[in-house]
Nanobody
Framework: QVQLVESGGGLVQAGDSLRLSCAAS????????MGWFRQAPGKERDFVAS????????RYADSVKGRFAIARDNAKNTVFLQMNSLKPEDTAVYYC??????????????????WGQGTQVTVSS
């Protein structure tokens, strides 16, 4: 199992950009499809983006398509989430997870595990 630590969150204004990182340690990171999810106060944890182990397949929630980009560097055991044109509705705690079941491209948080502690993103209007 991998251990995951997210970083890169912060307080920004609408229209700004942030780059989140998720550093992995433990078992072979490169074997896992990875995902980013987010959770706003009082809401469910929702899918944001995912990337296959070899970066061949990426998937995005409709709400972030065209603004966010997921990438990974297997040599550095890290997955990234570049977030551009941020909106107040992007405010949430962002979590990365390793896919432990299901098919490539799954958006189901139940297919992911080894969650990190999360990183807070706050976008002011």
């Amino acid at each position: 199992q991998v251990q995951l630590v997210e970083s890169g969150g912060g307080l920004v204004q609408a229209g700004d950009s942030l780059r989140l990182s998720c550093a992995a340690s433990g078992r072979t990171f490169s074997a896992y499809n990875m995902g980013w999810f987010r959770q706003a106060p009082g809401k469910e944890r929702d899918f944001v983006a995912s990337i296959s182990w070899n970066s061949f397949v990426t998937r995005y929630a409709d709400s972030v398509k065209g603004r966010f980009a997921i990438a990974r560097d297997n040599a550095k055991n890290t997955v990234f989430l570049q977030m551009n044109s941020l909106k107040p509705e992007d405010t949430a705690v962002y979590y990365c997870g390793a896919q432990i079941r299901g098919i490539v491209g799954s958006t189901d948080k139940g297919d992911f595990g080894s969650w990190g502690q999360g990183t807070q993103v706050t976008v002011s209007s």
